[in-house]
Nanobody, 128 residues
Framework: QARLVEFGGGSVQAGGSLRLSCAAS????????MGWFRQAPGKEREWVVI???????AYADSVRGRFTITQDNAKNTLYLQMNSLKPEDTAMYYC??????????????????????WGQGTQVTASS
């Protein structure tokens, strides 16, 4: 059974940094896209960064240059380094994954409904 567990959320002052971790198990890790999404109170969930099965990544405009996604394939763990945090980054952050086969692999990775595995979320708060 697939499981994603996030760690590393917290509260920082604006301009600070946090590192989120997502430990994955129970499915073919890395076989398809994975991503970090976030949801602020009263807003829809949005994609932050995605990583494709070949290791390439894409960032939302709002975080490009401040956030970095990395992974340790030996540990089946995805990381999100968040620097220069802003109050508008405050949200619940979710790790997501999927493991489709065939020609659907790496398709529509920015869409929320692409993902069938989700973590429980970790809260990130950046205060001014």
């Amino acid at each position: 059974q697939a499981r994603l567990v996030e760690f590393g959320g917290g509260s920082v002052q604006a301009g600070g940094s946090l590192r989120l971790s997502c430990a994955a198990s129970g499915y073919a890790y890395g076989s398809d896209c994975m991503g970090w999404f976030r949801q602020a109170p009263g807003k829809e969930r949005e994609w932050v960064v995605i990583v494709y099965s070949d290791g390439s990544s894409a960032y939302a405009d709002s975080v490009r240059g401040r956030f970095t996604i990395t992974q340790d394939n030996a540990k089946n763990t995805l990381y999100l380094q968040m620097n220069s945090l802003k109050p508008e980054d405050t949200a619940m952050y979710y790790c997501a994954a999927t493991a489709r086969g065939g020609r659907n692999r790496n398709m529509d990775c920015w869409r929320i409904n692409t993902y069938n595995y989700w973590g429980q979320g970790t809260q990130v708060t950046a205060s001014s």
